[in-house]
């Protein structure tokens, strides 16, 4: 038989030899037990950070998150703004393109609204955005806040009821 092959070698009879490594040294009989190496700092640390990050995320629910109404506020809000005019000098183009998207955004296309001093019947989103749209031409600045509103919510809170007056101030040319 060639060396290497099964029965053969250093190792014995029954044993391969080929690849073998060497066995770790064994410590003397009634010699104290190696000790455990010490864990390092973020081993020590991982239980602590995992707490201050429950913790943090816990205090955020509670306290920090918005409910839907807040939501709904909070897009009412960005509308208002992306109607409103900043001055003569504002760019037709840029201020239709960034109308028509926040329209588009806040607004649903089967949603109907109720602007008694601006259209008659129940204007569209495409009312609201022809009628933001000419608004630079008559008003040099204007801005629109939103007074009290009552947001109801649906049962799902896929949708909502808002009512409430808006107030708009403008500057004419």
Do not use: C
Not at 7 to 22: F, H, K, L, N, W
Not at 105 to 126: F, Y
């Amino acid at each position: 038989m060639t060396p290497g092959a099964r029965g053969t070698g250093p190792r014995g009879p029954g044993r391969y030899d080929a690849g073998a490594r060497p066995r770790p040294a064994r410590a003397p009989r009634g010699a104290p037990p190696e000790p455990t190496p010490a864990p390092s700092a973020l081993a020590r640390l991982w239980p602590w950070l995992v707490l201050v990050l429950a913790v943090a995320v816990g205090v955020y629910l509670v306290f920090f998150r918005q409910n839907e109404a807040s939501r709904v506020r909070a897009r009412l809000e960005a509308l208002a703004q992306a109607l409103e005019v900043h001055g003569p000098d504002e760019s037709f183009v840029l201020r239709a393109a960034r109308i028509r998207q926040t329209v588009h955004e806040v607004i649903d296309k089967r949603a109907s609204l109720q602007i008694a001093d601006l259209a008659d019947g129940k204007p569209d989103r495409t009312t609201l955005i022809e009628l933001a749209g000419q608004a630079p031409g008559v008003y040099s600045q204007a801005r629109i806040d939103l007074g009290d509103l009552t947001i109801e919510l649906d049962q799902a809170e896929t949708s909502a009821h808002v009512h409430g007056t808006v107030t708009f101030t403008g500057r004419r040319h």
